[in-house]
């Protein structure tokens, strides 16, 4: 048996309360639901630690390659494969570079990538999802070609064609966006589809038919802002992900290429030095890039959780 | 000794906007063998608090702050989970509220009545199986041992919560508790499940509590009361005393707000049939069909009538009669199958929502059951109540704001409520504000689709009279879908019956309520229960459910479930014809004997009588 219904109860009770004392609570309950989320955070560990590597991340990907000990890219042919010392506090790779310096720089590469193709991703991905939803049998069409569409792109392994795209247009930076924005939307378009779904079924998108709202106020007004929230949640996963591939291509040599700081590439170039007992090369930025993909999935687990009306228990 | 006692029970929740919440304060009541105590309080007053206390089945947020629980003399120790769950659905079981969704959704249920017995040891294992039959038997369900096979989607609302109160009394309980076991199901099966309920206490001599909002089912079904608001008992009598004089000025508001529906109050005049007015809207020989995949059903089968300008028409009936599509296809929300839906002369029935905003004249506008749900929850009150100016009216944002103000404090909101969002309000404000929004754009007809049936008593009255001051006001006509009677008898001038997508009778609210003419208007309306427990009630009971709407029953909509059923009603369907010497249709064949005997319930007594 739920107990949800119960807690429900409770919350009309509470609710019922606020507003008897009518409405100059407002700010005061916006207050409450602030202290609510910081609440939420602070019994939840897990999401503040991921939180914390958000942050540390974006601060890195502004500022990384300024705060390293050396230039991220310059080469000491005296000092190569050196271990982990203090001069150089991570060792240098077999061309001189100082690890430290190009793990703290990556980001801006790596967390770029990630955030713009994930933000083009969801700015696609995001609209079809309501659109496919459409009531009018043109609209139902559309949706069903939409989703016949994504079954085609989610087909292929995620990885493959990520490589085939990077492959075909050409390794840069923003061919890699392209090809993740092409992976990443379906999976947007999907998790909106089904909170729209919901969403379009509730009586108060009826009560704007009703009021004369055309299918766009609808779809835009109504729709949109209340199917976003799983598509927000997705949008960390998507960023973990992100990074994952960028550096999985790097790593194939099919994305950035060195002497650019990217933790693929890095952990590409070290790999050879492991069997030799060279290990800090890739030991290094592979883990700077697990903790990272960490923190996100993190966040999105927190996410998830906060939004679920069923955590309040 | 009494079998349950409570004394001084205090219960506090924390809640993460409020801090400290104390949900049920200074608690002191008993239950006896054999009897029934009902507890009336409005949504929020701790009833549900209350039971699930003494099953010891609270949240993590809440806690008993003072008082003790004694059972049978013996303390109970609902704090301690382990201690009570030999006592959980064995000698203390509780019915819920939700039907379907307090079943296991993927297993027989059968299974389901099986587990509550072997989780304890009342029931001796050998006679588990005989003893699930005997069960399902006991609450009325046809062909047990076939249906202790099926799964609970395979079951209809109301046999459903006959299997849950099945679940409940599985290990024999000797106190069984009910958390408003009828919500959500329509009269007729309100009082089958009710009646079984007195029955089993009866049979059983279990001690019983049945919380309820409905002030109606305690003074038909329980011996004494208990009212409750806010945590704290108000009052405490038995039935009879209540009824005949409450001791409580909030007693005394209880039963005057549900007398005043029943419409025993000089306050609230009957509303007669106005007189000359103009047809506002005419519907002719609606039919509304749904192709599914497989089937179609048969929503609508060809109805016909007119509402008046500033007339109430309220539509009535189970749901499944197809009452809430008639609605649908009046707000142009869908299209009829085939008839005409005529208002002002123009036939709107298949005029889009869209288009009808763009021509004043034709506006219609509904309001829904659930206010919160029929607001975005992400917009302001005021935001909601602007929209319909965006699309149907040429003022600028000066001009709607100032509307808005107009409109809130026409449904006497004062406008700061504007600024607030939905899940700050109560379901009454958010109705008042569905109201505001479905007058905005100056309609002449609203579609009221079940507006009260989700609202507590008091709440209810004061969106009653609201609507009722609007209409006087502005000349409104309405269409009134409820199944909620005492709502229907405040409002309606006129009321329709329906069954099977059908109108079987039709007349004058005040008369309808009077005196019913049809087997189906008498039995729907004898099922509704007022606030008396004198109330004189029909022994006519409709047998079983409304059947799909996806086969017809050949001949007679309610031929499969009416007591006065004769061979002739298999085979053709009765018109809706004029009934001799009334202003009053009927849809039925033997309409002429019902007369001739003094009316529906003479005629089937006088038929048992010879049998």
């Known amino acids: 048996m739920s107990i949800e219904p119960e807690t429900r109860a409770l919350e009309e009770e509470t609710g019922h309360l606020d507003s008897a004392a009518g409405p100059p609570l407002t700010a005061a309950v916006q207050r409450g639901e602030l202290n609510g989320v910081g609440g939420f955070v602070r019994s939840n560990r897990a999401l503040a630690i991921g939180l914390a590597i958000v942050a540390i991340s974006i601060f890195l990907m502004a500022f990384g390659p300024l705060i390293g000990t050396h230039s991220p890219t310059s080469?000491?042919?005296?000092?190569?494969?050196?271990?982990?010392?203090?001069?150089?506090?991570?060792?240098?790779?077999?061309?001189?570079?100082?690890?430290?310096?190009?793990?703290?720089?990556?980001?801006?590469?790596?967390?770029?990538?990630?955030?713009?193709?994930t933000a083009f991703a969801m700015a696609i991905g995001v609209?079809?999802?309501?659109?496919?939803?459409?009531?009018?049998?043109?609209?139902?069409?559309?949706?069903?070609?939409?989703?016949?569409a994504m079954d085609v792109i989610q087909a292929f392994p995620v990885f493959i064609l990520a490589l085939a795209l990077v492959a075909g247009f050409g390794a840069s930076a923003f061919n890699v966006i392209i090809a993740l924005t092409v992976l990443q939307f379906p999976v947007f378009l999907r998790l909106t589809r089904g909170a729209a779904l919901g969403i379009r079924g509730r009586t108060f998108v009826e009560a704007a038919r009703i009021g004369g709202a055309g299918t766009g106020g609808v779809m835009f007004r109504h729709v949109l802002p209340n199917s976003v929230g799983p598509a927000l949640v997705g949008a960390s996963v998507a960023v973990a992900q992100a990074i994952l591939i960028t550096a999985g291509l790097s790593f194939v040599g099919a994305g950035i290429r060195p002497p650019t700081p990217e933790w693929g590439a890095m952990i590409s170039d070290g790999a050879q030095n492991l069997i030799t007992g060279q290990w800090w090369p890739s030991v290094f930025p592979g883990l700077a890039l697990g903790i990272v993909v960490l923190g996100y999935a993190l966040v999105g687990d927190g996410l998830r959780l906060y939004l679920d009306p069923s955590r309040r228990r | 000794m009494a079998l349950l006692e409570v004394e001084g029970l205090?219960?506090?929740?924390?809640?993460?906007?409020?801090?400290?919440?104390?949900?049920?304060?200074?608690?002191?009541?008993?239950?006896?063998?054999?009897?029934?105590?009902?507890?009336?309080?409005?949504?929020?007053?701790?009833?549900?608090?209350?039971?699930?206390?003494?099953?010891?089945?609270?949240?993590?947020?809440?806690?008993?702050?003072?008082?003790?629980?004694?059972?049978?003399?013996?303390?109970?120790?609902?704090?301690?989970?382990?201690?009570?769950?030999?006592?959980?659905?064995?000698?203390?079981?509780?019915?819920?509220?939700?039907?379907?969704?307090?079943?296991?959704?993927?297993?027989?249920?059968?299974?389901?009545?099986?587990d509550v017995m072997g989780s304890h040891d009342r029931v001796p294992k050998q006679e588990r199986g005989a003893r699930a039959e005997e069960l399902l038997r006991s609450v009325g369900i046809p062909d047990p041992r076939h249906q202790l096979r099926a799964y609970p989607h395979e079951l209809s609302g109301g046999m459903s919560q006959r299997v849950v109160i099945a679940l409940a009394l599985a290990n024999s309980p000797e106190l069984l508790m009910a958390d408003e076991p009828t919500a959500g199901l329509d009269v007729t099966i309100q009082v089958q499940i009710l009646d079984l309920f007195r029955q089993l206490v009866r049979d059983t001599g279990a001690g019983s509590i049945l919380a309820t909002r409905d002030l109606s089912q305690v003074a038909h079904y329980c011996d004494r009361i208990l009212v409750l608001r806010a945590g704290e008992i108000v009052e405490q009598a038995t039935v009879k005393e209540f009824f005949a004089g409450p001791k409580s000025e909030y007693g005394r508001e209880l039963i005057q707000a549900a007398r005043a529906a029943r419409g025993e109050d000089e306050e609230a005049p009957r509303r007669r049939r106005r007189g000359d007015e103009p047809p506002l809207l005419e519907v002719r020989d609606l039919v509304k069909h749904y192709k599914t995949q497989r089937h179609v059903v048969h929503a609508v089968n060809g109805i016909s009538f007119t509402i008046k300008q500033g007339e109430t028409l309220a539509l009535v009936g189970e749901s499944g009669s197809g009452k809430t599509t008639v609605g649908r296809c009046l707000a142009g929300l869908i299209h009829p199958t085939s008839g005409q839906i005529t208002m002002l002369g123009r036939d709107i029935g298949h005029i889009s929502t869209r288009k009808r905003s763009k021509h004043a004249e034709l506006e219609t506008h509904v309001v829904f059951q659930e206010p919160r749900e029929s607001l975005n929850p992400r917009w302001t009150l005021g935001k909601s109540v602007e929209e319909p100016l965006r699309y149907g009216t040429r003022l600028d944002a000066r001009g709607r704001a100032q509307r808005v103000v107009e409109l809130f404090e026409q449904v006497g909101l004062p406008p700061e409520y504007a600024d607030q969002l939905p899940h700050q309000t109560?379901?009454?404000?958010?109705?008042?504000?569905?109201?505001?929004?479905?007058?905005?754009?100056?309609?002449?007809?609203?579609i009221l689709d079940e507006p009260t049936s989700a609202l507590d008593m008091s709440v209810k009255a004061q969106i009653v009279d609201l609507l009722i001051r609007l209409q006087e006001e502005l000349g409104l006509s309405y269409l009134f879908i409820s199944h909620d009677m005492t709502a229907v008898k405040m409002i309606a001038h006129q009321i329709a019956i329906m069954y099977l997508g059908t109108i079987v009778?039709?007349?004058?609210?005040?008369?309808?309520?009077?005196?019913?003419?049809?087997?189906?208007?008498?039995?729907?309306?004898?099922?509704?229960l007022f606030p008396?427990?004198?109330?004189?009630?029909?022994?006519?009971?409709?047998?079983?459910?409304?059947?799909?709407a996806i086969e017809l029953p050949p001949g007679c909509p309610l031929s499969s479930r009416c007591p006065l059923v004769q061979p002739r009603c298999t085979e053709a369907r009765p018109p809706l014809a004029p009934v001799p010497g009334m202003d009053r249709l009927s849809a039925c064949f033997r309409t002429d004997e019902i007369l001739a005997a003094g009316g529906v319930d003479e005629l089937h007594a006088a038929e048992r009588r010879a049998a």
């Open chain 1, 75 to 117: 080469e000491d042919f005296t000092a190569t494969l050196t271990g982990p010392s203090g001069e150089h506090w991570f060792g240098t790779d077999q061309n001189g570079r100082d690890i430290f310096s190009r793990v703290l720089a990556a980001p801006r590469v790596d967390l770029y990538i990630a955030l713009v193709s």
């Open chain 1, 127 to 148: 609209p079809l999802g309501v659109l496919a939803t459409g009531t009018s049998r043109l609209g139902e069409l559309t949706g069903e070609w939409l989703l016949r």
């Open chain 2, 10 to 114: 205090t219960t506090q929740a924390d809640s993460p906007r409020r801090g400290v919440v104390t949900t049920v304060k200074g608690f002191t009541a008993s239950v006896g063998e054999g009897e029934i105590l009902g507890i009336v309080g409005e949504s929020g007053a701790g009833k549900t608090v209350l039971l699930r206390t003494i099953l010891g089945i609270l949240n993590r947020n809440e806690r008993v702050a003072a008082g003790e629980i004694r059972f049978r003399g013996e303390l109970l120790p609902v704090l301690d989970d382990e201690a009570m769950r030999p006592r959980r659905g064995s000698s203390i079981s509780l019915i819920q509220a939700g039907q379907r969704a307090r079943l296991d959704p993927v297993r027989r249920i059968g299974d389901q009545l099986m």
């Open chain 2, 426 to 446: 109560t379901a009454g404000i958010q109705q008042r504000v569905a109201v505001a929004r479905a007058i905005a754009v100056h309609p002449k007809l609203l």
């Open chain 2, 505 to 528: 009778e039709h007349g004058p609210s005040a008369e309808v309520f009077e005196r019913q003419v049809n087997p189906y208007g008498r039995a729907l309306l004898s099922s509704v």
């Open chain 2, 532 to 548: 008396d427990p004198d109330q004189d009630r029909s022994r006519l009971r409709l047998q079983g459910e409304i059947p799909s």
